[in-house]
């Protein structure tokens, strides 16, 4: 019996921003698709608005992929996750073992097509533009909160604004000039009425 994708199915159990109060809980499942719809948009301005050559099937890939440690790991929140270097660098060995495991529930001969995007590179282009997308997400969820009169994303949003800003990526500048501001439009607004 192969186990994978019921492993990935469970995703949607597990809830992000467990620290904070939402107006609207999150999962992973979404939030992964999310992050690869943001990664999308961000290989297609890197590629033809800025003449990158950044490979978009597996960026978002990647994407789609990014969180399966979690099914095991659970999500930890960001500030436990980040607050020393010692607890993050064991974090990560466990994420490792956490997909070694799930990937392993895969038969063999589709483990070569598909295992590649469960560990990214982690220092490649596209991977940064996943990363990049993840926080993007994050952003976009700080909007909705805030819009539904929920002050507790107020600092996460700071934060957050200014990691994206000092990462320099001409592709994260231009989606927030051209897409961000809509997101605080209404339904109504976004049809023009």
Same mark, same amino acid.
């Given at each position: 019996?192969? =186990?994978?994708?019921?492993?990935?199915?469970?995703?949607?159990?597990?809830?992000?921003?467990?620290?904070? &109060?939402?107006?609207?809980?999150?999962?992973?499942?979404?939030?992964?698709?999310?992050?690869?719809?943001?990664?999308?948009?961000?290989?297609?301005?890197?590629?033809?608005?800025?003449?990158?050559?950044? #490979?978009?099937?597996?960026?978002?890939?990647?994407?789609?992929?990014?969180?399966?440690?979690?099914?095991?790991?659970?999500?930890?929140?960001?500030?436990? =996750?980040?607050? !020393?270097?010692?607890?993050?660098?064991?974090?990560? =060995?466990?994420?490792?073992?956490?997909?070694?495991?799930?990937? !392993?529930?895969?038969?063999?001969?589709?483990?070569?097509?598909?295992?590649?995007?469960?560990?990214?590179? /982690?220092?490649?282009?596209?991977? &940064?533009?996943?990363?990049?997308?993840? &926080?993007?997400?994050?952003?976009?969820?700080?909007?909705?909160?805030?819009?539904?009169? !929920?002050?507790?994303?107020?600092?996460? =949003? /700071?934060?957050?604004?200014?990691?994206?800003?000092?990462?320099?990526?001409?592709?994260? #500048?231009?989606?927030?000039?051209?897409?961000?501001?809509?997101?605080?439009?209404?339904?109504?607004?976004?049809?023009?009425?």
């Amino acid at each position: 019996m192969d =186990k994978f994708y019921a492993y990935l199915d469970r995703m949607k159990f597990i809830k992000r921003w467990q620290l904070m &109060r939402s107006v609207r809980e999150e999962n992973i499942m979404e939030h992964s698709h999310s992050v690869a719809i943001l990664t999308h948009a961000l290989c297609v301005i890197e590629n033809e608005v800025y003449s990158g050559k950044v #490979d978009t099937e597996r960026a978002v890939f990647y994407a789609l992929y990014h969180e399966v440690s979690e099914v095991m790991t659970g999500d930890l929140p960001t500030p436990v =996750k980040y607050f !020393n270097n010692s607890i993050h660098g064991e974090y990560e =060995k466990l994420e490792v073992l956490a997909v070694e495991k799930i990937a !392993n529930t895969l038969p063999e001969e589709m483990r070569g097509s598909i295992y590649p995007y469960l560990q990214a590179e /982690k220092d490649s282009r596209e991977y &940064r533009l996943v990363k990049a997308a993840d &926080r993007l997400s994050a952003y976009i969820k700080c909007l909705e909160e805030l819009r539904s009169g !929920n002050h507790e994303f107020i600092k996460a =949003k /700071k934060e957050i604004e200014t990691s994206l800003k000092n990462l320099h990526f001409p592709a994260v #500048d231009y989606f927030f000039e051209h897409f961000i501001p809509a997101f605080d439009l209404t339904l109504d607004e976004l049809e023009g009425l």
